[in-house]
């Protein structure tokens, strides 16, 4: 039986050419996770590696000074750089996440991008792996800046 990890970069295989499909799978996500699923995160980019993640600024994500929320960040944080993680992992594998990091540079307000990387592991890697995300606004100001960490094992 294919793990979840698989069936991610199986659905996005067919989702990715299309703005509809980015947004449906961005929304399967958001269900698949839903504490994720409330910052209304869209997948943008998905490959071994590498993740761009979009967020929009919207009451439901602001904070009482008029910005976007620390903790809506933080989400932002996780799920850009578990999926670089994810799309780098062997089918045979799975992960959870054990740490995460976010500083914050500056009040975020509009369109957020967090882009994460990671350095794809070896076959039959187990252990502890970084996901690094850096989050910009929508002038291209770096916003904040974080990292996942997971735990990778191999799938019984």
Same mark, same amino acid.
């Given at each position: 039986?294919?793990?979840?990890?698989?069936?991610?970069?199986?659905?996005?295989?067919?989702?990715?050419?299309?703005?509809?499909?980015?947004?449906?799978?961005?929304?399967?996500?958001?269900?698949f996770a839903p504490?994720?699923?409330?910052?209304?995160?869209?997948?943008?980019?998905?490959?071994?590696?590498?993740?761009?993640?979009?967020?929009?600024?919207?009451?439901? $994500?602001?904070?009482?000074?008029? =910005?976007?929320?620390? #903790? %809506?960040?933080?989400?932002? *944080?996780? /799920?850009? +750089?578990?999926?670089?993680?994810?799309?780098?992992?062997?089918?045979?594998?799975?992960?959870?996440?054990?740490?995460?990091?976010?500083?914050?540079?500056?009040?975020?307000?509009?369109?957020?991008?967090?882009?994460?990387?990671?350095?794809?592991?070896?076959?039959?890697?187990?252990?502890?792996?970084?996901?690094? $995300?850096?989050?910009?606004?929508? =002038?291209?100001?770096? #916003? %904040?800046?974080?990292?996942? *960490?997971? /735990?990778? +094992?191999?799938?019984?």
């Amino acid at each position: 039986m294919p793990g979840v990890e698989s069936i991610v970069m199986e659905r996005w295989s067919r989702a990715k050419g299309s703005r509809l499909g980015r947004r449906l799978f961005s929304r399967a996500l958001g269900r698949f996770a839903p504490y994720t699923g409330t910052i209304g995160a869209r997948v943008e980019e998905l490959e071994p590696g590498h993740s761009l993640v979009t967020m929009r600024d919207r009451k439901a $994500v602001r904070n009482h000074l008029n =910005s976007v929320h620390a #903790v %809506a960040m933080a989400n932002l *944080t996780e /799920v850009s +750089g578990s999926l670089a993680i994810i799309a780098s992992m062997q089918p045979n594998t799975r992960m959870i996440p054990v740490r995460l990091e976010t500083e914050y540079v500056k009040k975020a307000r509009g369109l957020l991008t967090a882009e994460g990387s990671c350095e794809p592991p070896d076959p039959g890697f187990e252990g502890e792996l970084q996901g690094n $995300v850096v989050i910009r606004d929508d =002038s291209g100001d770096e #916003v %904040a800046r974080g990292r996942v *960490t997971v /735990v990778i +094992g191999l799938r019984d």
